[in-house]
């Protein structure tokens, strides 16, 4: 099973679309969710597709920091 790698830009969060087979596609709108001390990036991109990118704490709070990002569920 190949594991999809996701990276984030200056201009907000990229993933890799399972649906489109495409690397690096931004997400339109994502919210941040931490489950289990996991931080879940959830969006959809510009096809309206449903996308995930699984986070550090760093990187999630870089980007609710930078605006690129809302806080979503189980943040404390």
Known sequence: MAKAKKEETEGGITAYSVKTKTKNVPMVDPVINCKSGRYIAV???????????????????????????KKGEGWE
Not at 48 to 58: Q, S, V, Y
């Open 43 to 69: 969006g959809k991109d510009a096809d309206g597709n449903n996308m995930a990118a699984i986070l550090g704490k760093d990187k999630a709070e870089e980007h609710i920091k930078n605006g690129n990002a």
